[in-house]
């Protein structure tokens, strides 16, 4: 006699190649962010899963808070699934936007191409493909036909790029959702309970224009901001001597990732803007990260005569900190991906940020666990060529289709 799990991943073998279809149609319509236009992701998604049975709830943020944000449009997804029995309500949650593809690409970013078992295009690792985890778990376990207890909800969101505001936050202020419990996107191989904080920043250098046959006449801007980046490259060389408790989480860092700035070649710069990107462990104190970090700039800048910088907060994104209340999550899913991928699966923190945290703020615990490689690396998430191991996306949705039934009390 096959036992209940045999059975679940049977079902995700048989329907294996449906669910790599269903997959290559998400990561066919674009959902780049900027510029954020990502209601046609969601009417697509909601119409695909419909074809299963499933049901979308469309929640489309109102157009200003969209436009405030500097994204276009937004709708987020709840799929209910209620069962006979009292028991929790497991969110499975999954952000459809994602950053533009960039330069580099030898696949094309937005078809789906399968070669030697692995599926390209932006988002098949990070994370419309726990969409198709998620969504082909939960018809794995309904086709038990079992009692279980409780519900699931399926939550697919786009503002992971932005900082999940208008994503679970919003469906949380707005309560329509309050889960017992969260699991995430995630990786196979690792369960996530806690990650870094990120603080990002803009900072806006004035000096002078003039022309560049007269410098003198002028502050050069460019210059001065130069000052700047190399106290804050300073403070980065220090943050390798702050370590971390958690395993997989290391020490704080900070990057500047865009630079502009000037008029013309042949003018002293007047004006520079770069932004930044600070992570912070889940021990540092937000607060105290963002002031030190103002000091900073203040400090620099006045070591040049006639250059002044204004600081402005992007984004603030606190760490995920494990709520004891995730222990059954964990203990399913470690349990389940041991026995589905045949060694052992740590539980840890990552250096990314996620909307887990946004959950976890509200009191509900959350962890991470989805398709996708060992490293961000591997994924090539945020970079050229993003792929994802079908094998991968096999075995994930089998032990979310275990864990599910555990945790819904199946047999």
């Known amino acids: 006699m096959t036992t209940l799990h045999e059975r679940l991943d049977a079902w995700v073998d048989a329907h294996f190649d449906e669910q790599v279809r269903f997959l290559q149609e998400l990561i066919r319509v674009p959902t780049d962010t900027p510029p954020g236009d990502n209601a046609p992701h969601a009417e697509r998604t909601a119409e695909l899963i419909r074809a299963f049975g499933f049901e979308a709830e469309k929640h489309a943020v109102p157009a200003g808070e969209v436009k405030d944000r500097g ?16 028991g929790p309500t497991l969110a499975l949650n999954a952000h459809g936007d994602v ?3 960039g330069q580099g690409w030898t696949k094309p970013p937005y078809e789906g191409f399968i070669e030697d078992g692995r599926i390209y295009g932006r988002a098949a690792a990070v994370s419309k493909s726990d969409f198709s985890t998620y969504v082909f778990a939960v018809r794995a376990l309904e086709s038990l036909q079992m009692p279980l207890a409780g519900s699931i909800e399926l939550h697919f969101t786009y503002d992971e790029e932005f900082g999940g505001e208008l994503g679970p936050a919003w469906l949380l202020r707005q309560r329509l959702t309050r889960p017992d419990m969260v699991i995430g996107a995630g990786f196979s191989y690792q369960i996530v309970t806690a990650h870094n904080g990120c603080l990002q920043m803009e900072i806006t250098v004035h000096g002078k224009m003039a022309h560049a046959a007269f410098p003198d006449t002028g ?3 460019l210059q001065g901001a130069l000052g700047i980046l190399a106290a804050l490259y300073a403070q980065n060389a220090q943050y390798r001597l702050i370590t971390s408790g958690v395993p997989g989480i290391t020490h704080p860092t900070l990057v500047v990732g865009r630079i502009e700035g000037g008029t013309h070649t042949n003018v002293v710069p007047g004006k520079v803007v770069f932004k930044l990107d600070r992570r912070m462990i889940p021990e540092e104190n937000p607060a105290e990260v963002e002031a030190r970090i103002r000091a900073v700039v203040a400090e620099a800048a006045g070591r040049s005569a006639g250059i002044a910088a204004d600081v402005r907060r992007i984004l603030l994104a606190h760490s995920l900190k494990p709520l004891p209340a995730n222990q059954p999550m964990v203990s399913a899913l470690q349990k389940h991906a041991e026995a589905v991928f045949g060694e052992r699966i740590p539980v840890c923190g990552t250096p990314l940020y996620t909307d887990a945290r946004l959950y976890c703020e509200a009191g509900i615990p959350a962890v991470l666990y989805g398709a996708g490689p060992r490293t961000v690396s591997e994924s090539h998430a945020k970079r050229a060529d993003e792929r994802l191991e079908l094998q991968d996306l096999r075995r994930a949705t089998k032990v979310i289709a275990r864990a599910c039934a555990d945790l819904l009390g199946a047999g």
Do not use: F, H
């Open 71 to 86: 994204l276009e449009s937004i709708t987020n997804l709840i799929v209910r699934r209620r069962y006979a029995g009292k």
């Open 99 to 101: 950053v533009p593809p």
């Open 219 to 221: 502050v050069d801007a």
